[in-house]
């Protein structure tokens, strides 16, 4: 049994790549650019600052990346209330976890203007013990930092701690810490390398994913 989970959030927890997909699209076509599934592949789990400077790098763009997060959290923000939606099983795992009193949280890259409009209208951000996001770590996935901070903040050995994620820099970053990173890959992310997890599950509902937590379904 690990000691404790933390949990990735956009495309983990909820659908906000699919979101996040259309933010893209709309800033682009803003400026006569298409926002292409390599593009998106190259911004996916990073902070605001090196995923906007991955955008404009690749368009050619004349904006700063502070200019361009502004407006892609105006966008996102706005397109929030209609299309939010939790992934798959999400519910049950967390239910599960919380029957084997299994300690959790959240280490996400998106800052605390958008983790907290997502968790609030399922009432999430109160069965976590913390949550830590962009403000919190000085340098981003793939970067370690945030879940050996996580580790630290749990009281618990990196090795016994699973780390939930949807992407390839977000597993990178959850193996060097020395965690135990299990990779839940959505449509935004199948084609990413893996090899850095220890389990690839099918999804949240996965009874594998459940063994390796040592937790039992409903």
């Not at 959790?104 to 983790?115: D, H, P």
């Not at 099918?202 to 379904?217: F, K, N, S, T, V």
Request: charged share 25%; glycine share 8%.
């Amino acid at each position: 049994m690990m000691q404790a989970v933390v949990f990735d959030m956009d495309g983990l927890m909820f659908n906000t790549e699919d979101v996040y997909t259309s933010v893209g699209e709309e800033l682009l076509r803003r400026r006569g650019h298409v926002f292409t599934a390599e593009l998106k592949d190259r911004m996916m789990g990073l902070q605001a600052r090196p995923s906007f400077e991955a955008m404009i790098d690749y368009c050619g763009l004349g904006e700063t990346w502070q200019q361009l997060a502004v407006e892609s959290n105006r966008l996102f923000l706005e397109m929030l209330e209609s299309r939010l939606r939790p992934m798959p099983g999400l519910m049950a795992l967390l239910d599960a976890l919380e029957r084997s009193n299994i300690p959790k949280a959240i280490g996400t890259s998106s800052c605390r203007e958008l983790v907290y409009p997502c968790l609030k209208p399922f009432g999430l951000a109160t069965r976590f013990r913390f949550i830590l996001t962009a403000e919190d770590v000085t340098h981003g996935k793939p970067d370690p930092e945030i879940y050996r901070k996580a580790a630290e903040r749990m009281g618990v050995p990196a090795s016994e701690m699973a780390v939930l994620e949807d992407s390839q820099n977000g597993c990178i970053a959850a193996a060097a810490a020395g965690a135990f990173a299990i990779a839940v890959p959505g449509d935004h992310s199948r084609g990413h390398d893996f090899s850095r997890a220890r389990l690839v599950a099918d999804g949240l509902d996965d009874l594998r994913l459940y063994a390796a937590l040592g937790i039992a379904g409903a």
